[in-house]
Nanobody, 118 residues
C-alpha cells in the first residue's frame, strides 16, 4: 500500500503563488510518474501536470508557462509551483502516483484545496 500526503494549498489572492507538495510513502519498488490533477466545483477532474521519474514533463495547455512540476526521486516527492494564480485555478488539487511493485499501481492523495480570491 502507498500513501500520498499533499500539502501547500490555501487561499491566495489573484496573481499570487503557491507551491504544492506530495510525498509518497509505503511499499513500492519505484515511481513511474507523479502528477497533479484538479477538480473545480461542477467540473470533471482534469490533468494539470505530470512528471516521470526521469524528469520528463507534460502540462495542460491552460497552465503552461504558469505551473512548474518537479520531482525529488530521493524523497519520492512531487512539487507543483503555481504562479500567476487566477480565480479559474480554484479547485481541489489531487496528487496521483503510478508506482511499480509486482505490477503497476495507481494511487491518489486526499486532495488539497486551492482558492483564488480577493
Amino acid at each position: 500500500q502507498v500513501q500520498l500526503v499533499e500539502s501547500g494549498g490555501g487561499l491566495v489572492q489573484p496573481g499570487g503563488s503557491l507551491t504544492l507538495s506530495c510525498a509518497a510513502s509505503g511499499i513500492f519498488s519505484s515511481i513511474e510518474t507523479m502528477a497533479w490533477y484538479r477538480q473545480a466545483p461542477g467540473k470533471q477532474r482534469e490533468l494539470v501536470a505530470a512528471v516521470t521519474s526521469g524528469g520528463s514533463t507534460n502540462y495542460a495547455d491552460s497552465v503552461k508557462g504558469r505551473f512548474t512540476i518537479s520531482i525529488d526521486n530521493a524523497e519520492n516527492t512531487v512539487y507543483l509551483q503555481i504562479n500567476g494564480l487566477n480565480p479559474e485555478d480554484t479547485a481541489v488539487y489531487y496528487c496521483h502516483a503510478r508506482v511499480y511493485g509486482a505490477y503497476k499501481y495507481d494511487y491518489w492523495g486526499q486532495g488539497t484545496q486551492v482558492t483564488v480570491s480577493s
